[in-house]
Every structure is written in C-alpha cells, then in structure tokens.
C-alpha cells in the first residue's frame, strides 16, 4: 500500500507539472490597413483563376493540377500520411499471429536391443504437427486510444492542409509563369513594332540624304539604333522561349514544343478581389489550418505521454492444436488459454518524466509557430492588398501618360518627314513614348501577378467550405 500510494502522489505530481496546451494568441485587426476590396463573393477564391477570364490560363492551371510532378507528389504525400496515421491505431486493436510447424522424424535403430511397443519404439518414422493462434489486446481503461486518435486526426488533417497549400501554390506558380510569359510576350511584340518604325524611318533619312535635305549623318544614326532594335528582339524572343518551357515544366509537359503554349501579347484582365476580414484567414488559408492541426497532434502526443505514468493492462487469450503419430501410436490434442499481464513503470518513471517534458516543449513550439504563421499570413494578405491597390493606380496613370506620349511621338514623327523637325526632335519623342509604354507593360503584368499574391495570400486556390468548423476543433 505504501507503494502504491508514493506511485500516485509521484503520478499526480508529473501529471500536475505537465499543463494543457495554452490558447494560442490570435489578435488580428478588424479590418486591413489597405484599400476596401470590391465585394465580391469568397466562393470566388476556390477557383481564382478563373476570374481573369483567360481560358489559356485556366486550361493551364487545371492541368497542372493534374499532370504536375509536385501534385502528384503532394497527393503521394497525403495518402503516407493517411496510411501512417491509420496505422498508429492499430496498436489498440487485438494483435495475434497463427502459428504452425510441421516435423517428420525416421529413426532407425543401429546397436542394442530394439524396443517397438505402441507409444515407445526405437526405431520407425514419427510425425508432429502444431498449430497456435495467439492474441494480444491491451486493454485501454485509462484513454490512450482517445489521445493517439488525436493525435492521428491532427496528423491527418495537417497532411491535407499541406496538400492543399501545396496545389494551391502550384496554381500560383503557374500563374504567375504564364503572366510572366504573356509581358515577354507585350515586349517582343513591342520591340518588332520598334523595329518597324526604325526601318520606317531609316528609309526616310535615306530619301531626305538623296534628296540633299538631311545630313548622311541622320541615316547612319538611325542604322545604329536600327542594329540595337533587331538584337533586342532577338534577346526577347529568346527570353520567351525560355520562360515557355519553364511554364510547361510546371505544368507537367516538359517535352512539349513551347509552340504549345499560346502566349498572347496583349495585357489581360486584372480582377478585383474579395472583401475579406483578417480573422477570416484562420479558415481560408491552408497553411494557418495546418499549424492548427498540428498543435491538435501535439496535445494529443502530450496526453498520451501523461498516460504513460498509468499501468498496462494486456489480455492474452489463445488457442492450439498438435498432432503426434509414431509407430503404434497416435493422438490429436486441443488446448486453449487465457492469462493477463500488467506492467506498471517504477524505475523508469524518470525517463518518463523527461520525455512528458519535453512533448510538453514540443506542444509549446506548435502553438507558437501556429501564432506565426498567423501574423506571417495576415502580413502577407495586407502587403499583396497594398500593392495591388498601388499597382493599379500605377497602371491607370501610365495608361493616360502613353496615349500622349504616342501622340507627341505621332507629331514628330509627321513633322521630321515634313522638315518641319529635326531628326533628334523625332527620336527624343520615340524614345519618350517607348520608356512609357515599356512601364506601362511592367506595370500591367505586375498588377496581374500581384493579383494571384493578393488571391494566395487571401487563402485561395482550394475549397476550404469542405471542411466544417468541427474538422478545426481542438
């Protein structure tokens, strides 16, 4: 009895030293500090993509989702994990193997006196024959099948929250690839019209030398900046080709020509995106559900270290048969059993204690990088929010400076074929018009990538309305 009760107070006070897991701190804002977003409904961040209205897009994305490498690795990933969690629970189950052995044994006598009576012989052939089946089963009187089952959910759940961060940030990549791909595509378009004008107006310095009204030095200028015209579009066109590939490997089509992918050289849409409220990222955003899910393993880890303290109680029941045949003799015989163990730890509470300290530790490391991802999601959903409202007043005002930047470039280009103009006047008004529109493409393909940030960082990409608000209870 004095044992027993040193063993309880010991229990009490390990169980005593080793706390719940502590609420997480969670205080987001009520509202970012960035412009209001259009109050479009959430339903649209499952499938963003299909707000910018780009078919080529959207093919692409749902293909990748399907015949990507990391897809198909992420969904490898899942069903591990899934097999792995599943398998931690069969422990509890009755546990057991059948068991047989088969023997034949010829004996023959070769000096002394030879005995052959029925169940005693000397000499002759016997045979043997057994077959056993026994069992385990822990009997669970203290819930350690409840907090490994904890445990396993949470390690499920986490498994599928990454796999879904993982395809939703595939779809990001592809995106923001494709986008990448499609301002190559504005600029190589843009530097063949350069190309074009240059030669246009090479061959109109060319007709004023002949006709003795320009000086031979304005056509050799313009051969020059003709030379430079051509090497850069060769340079963009190279840099497209490239960043098609790079495209179609994310896709999941490597091999694939780059003529596969129509990469049109005109600037898309630009969707707004939902009105979302901070604390709605704790839902939306894989990543956040994940870290939750992973402290729902922990505690459940924890739980099962505090259980460690208490006795095992294991029942093991079994059942055999056997079979013996000698020379004269032969007989069947069937048995059965059942017995319990109990194993109570004495000598290694110490280690027990050590390791319920530190799954403690480990739990508390859960919850604190649950409120870092957190504050990592909530900064990066205001920033891309920030700068998309940034983006697009940038694009609305270089969208009105390049319109009058190609019409002063229209009139000096009208004036110099007129002699109205020096040549200079002309190129100045070109060169000016070009740099606007060169970052007005910039700007126009960098608001559609700081979109799918804005749609990533808002928790877009997968349909989080699958999982109910049980699957986030602790």
Do not use: H
């Not at 209205?53 to 490898?76: G, M, N």
């Not at 070769?110 to 077959?131: C, D, F, H, R």
């Amino acid at each position: 009895m004095r044992f027993l009760s040193t063993f309880a107070l010991v229990t009490c006070l390990a169980l005593a030293a080793c706390a719940s897991p502590r609420e997480p701190v969670t205080n987001l804002p009520a509202a970012y500090q960035a412009p209001p977003s259009a109050g479009l409904d959430e339903a649209v961040l499952d499938q963003w993509w299909l707000a910018f209205e780009d078919p080529q897009l959207t093919a692409l994305v749902e293909q990748a989702l399907v015949l990507s490498p990391d897809a198909q690795s992420a969904a490898a990933r899942l069903r591990e994990a899934r097999a792995t969690a599943a398998s931690a629970l069969t422990a509890f189950l009755p546990q057991g193997q059948l068991t047989g052995s088969a023997r034949r044994t010829e004996t023959e006598q070769v000096e002394g006196q030879e005995i052959n009576i029925p169940g005693l012989s000397t000499s002759g052939e016997s045979e043997s024959y057994q077959a056993n089946f026994n069992v385990s089963w822990e009997l669970d009187l203290f819930g350690r099948f409840f907090a490994a089952r904890r445990a396993a959910r949470g390690d499920s759940a986490a498994a599928r929250f990454a796999y879904e961060g993982a395809r939703a940030s595939l779809a990001a990549n592809v995106a923001d690839a494709y986008f990448q791909a499609r301002g190559l595509a504005i600029q190589l378009a843009d530097a063949r019209e350069t190309l074009r004008i240059q030669e246009s107006l090479g061959d109109l310095a060319e007709r004023r030398v002949e006709l003795g009204i320009a000086a031979s030095s304005d056509a050799d200028r313009i051969a020059g900046d003709l030379a430079q015209a051509r090497a850069q579009v060769a340079n963009l066109e190279a840099q497209l080709q490239a960043q098609q590939r790079i495209l179609l490997v994310l896709v999941g089509r490597g091999v694939d020509p780059v003529q596969s992918v129509d990469v049109e050289a005109a600037p898309g849409l630009v969707p707004p995106v939902p009105a979302s409220l901070p604390g709605e990222l704790l839902a939306r955003r894989p990543d956040v559900r994940e870290a939750e899910a992973r402290i729902r393993s922990a505690a459940g880890r924890l739980t099962y270290a505090q259980l460690a303290f208490f006795p095992t109680f294991t029942l093991t029941p079994g059942l055999g048969i056997s079979k013996q045949e000698q020379p004269g003799y032969s007989a069947t015989t069937q048995n059965w059993s059942i017995g319990a163990n109990v194993s109570q730890p004495v000598l290694n509470i110490p280690q027990l204690l050590l390791d319920l300290r530190a799954q403690n530790a480990r739990t508390e490391q859960a919850v604190i990088n649950y409120e870092r991802v957190v504050q990592t999601a909530y900064g990066e959903a205001e920033n891309a929010l920030v700068q998309l409202a940034a983006d697009r007043r940038r694009v609305e005002l270089l969208t009105e400076g390049e319109a009058r930047a190609e019409r002063a470039f229209e009139a000096g280009r009208l004036g110099y074929g007129a002699g109205v103009t020096d040549l200079q006047t002309a190129l100045s008004a070109e060169q000016s018009w070009r740099a606007v529109r060169a970052q007005l493409t910039a700007a126009q393909v960098q608001a559609q990538r700081r979109a799918v940030q804005a749609y990533k960082a808002l928790g877009g990409g997968w349909p989080a309305d699958d999982f109910s608000d049980s699957t986030s209870a602790r």
